[in-house]
């Protein structure tokens, strides 16, 4: 397992803590995911043997926000 964390732009309030919790909570090989409004960040832990970095983000910013 890996964990990192992704800068997340564009979140306002819970309610985009939330969504994005979920999405992340929704991929195939996420152990954990914590979002946070202060700092906008998600720092998940995630096997790498299924899942990629990349997968992460373009989920992230599928949802609508931006991904640093």
Do not use: F, H, W
Not at 3 to 23: E, F, L, N
Not at 27 to 47: C, F, H, K, M, R
Request: aromatic share 2%; hydrophobic share 40%; charged share 15%.
């Amino acid at each position: 397992m890996e964990t990192k964390t992704i800068a997340v732009g564009g979140m306002t309030c819970m309610g985009c803590v939330a969504s994005v919790k979920r999405v992340l909570g929704g991929l195939d090989g996420i152990g954990n995911a914590e979002v946070t409004l202060n700092p906008a960040q998600a720092t998940v832990t995630y096997d790498a043997g299924k899942l990629q970095l990349q997968t992460i983000k373009t989920a992230i910013s599928d949802a609508g926000y931006d991904v640093a």
